[in-house]
């Protein structure tokens, strides 16, 4: 842990971190947007039919009802979140299980190119959080103090 503090240390608060630690926050969030606002109109994510396992498994989840508001409500919170200073860390913590869900959704349904972005996406929440450490240290301590 020692290793990843330093560098925290070195890179925290240097004007090229920052900008890139809002370029990153920008860039996810951007990501977030468009999916989660069709989802949370109630609108379908992709056109394939369901003859094809990646459009069957959409309309599966659309046909969900509420549960396919609910997805893209928290896509658009979380990317609201990542763009307001004061709620940033908890945007990047809401973030992770969200991406880590699209990423194993994306791996296990065979999607071509899709993992590589979602797996880009999870590098950059990851290094979110880590931009975060001293926040997630403290989370970190409670938690296994008990």
């Known amino acids: 842990m020692h290793f990843v503090e330093s560098l925290h240390n070195k890179i925290y608060g240097k004007r090229i971190f920052i900008l890139f630690t809002w370029f990153t ?7 977030f947007i468009p999916s989660g606002l ?26 969900a009802g509420w549960y396919w508001n609910f997805l893209g409500f928290m896509q ?34 065979h999607f071509r190119g899709t993992p590589i972005i979602a797996g880009l ?10 931009w975060d450490y001293k926040k997630v240290k403290q989370i970190v301590s409670v938690i296994f103090e008990r």
Do not use: H
């Open 76 to 109: 658009v919170l979380v990317a609201l979140l990542l763009l307001i200073p004061r709620t940033t860390f908890f945007g990047a913590l809401l973030y992770l299980p969200i991406i880590i869900n699209i990423l194993v959704i994306v791996i296990a349904m």
């Open 38 to 63: 069709k989802k949370l109109l109630g609108q379908r994510f992709t056109i394939l039919s369901v003859d094809d396992p990646v459009g069957f498994f959409f309309e599966a989840l659309y046909q």
């Open 121 to 130: 996406m999870l590098i950059a929440n990851i290094y979110l959080l880590f």
């Open 25 to 31: 926050r920008i860039l996810l969030s951007i990501a």
